[in-house]
């Protein structure tokens, strides 16, 4: 069994600055991609960054130039820093992994319970 496991939400001011943790446990052989995901109230879920195993980074335009993705293979965690932080990026972040608890399975994708992350004054 795996678990997904985020962390780092919270209030911040417009302007402002936090970081995200996502730390993956169980039965895990190896872990490809990884993401971070955000849906807002009334708005369908959508995609913020993914990040390869070998440290290939992708991230929605929305978020460009403001937002790092980055991972710690060691510890089997993903973070996401998010600075210049607006109100239009308040949602509930999730986090999924694409997991393998055993060679040559093909990766089963989890995910996170999520944390909010409000930017308001």
């Known amino acids: 069994q795996v678990q997904l496991v985020e962390s780092g939400g919270g209030l911040v001011q417009p302007g402002g600055s936090l970081r995200l943790s996502c730390a993956a446990s169980g039965s895990i052989f190896s872990i490809n991609n990884m993401g971070w995901y955000r849906q807002a109230p009334g708005k369908e879920r959508e995609l913020v960054a993914t990040?390869?195993?070998?440290?290939?980074?992708n991230s929605a335009d929305s978020v460009k130039g403001r937002f790092t993705i980055s991972r710690d293979g060691s510890k089997n965690t993903l973070y996401l820093q998010m600075d210049s932080l607006k109100p239009e990026d308040t949602a509930v972040y999730y986090c999924?992994?694409?997991?393998?608890?055993?060679?040559?399975?093909?990766?089963?994708?989890?995910w996170g319970q999520g944390t909010q992350v409000t930017v308001s004054s």
């Open positions: 999924n992994a694409e997991v393998k608890t055993r060679w040559g399975q093909r990766p089963i994708v989890h």
């Open positions: 990040i390869t195993s070998g440290g290939s980074t």
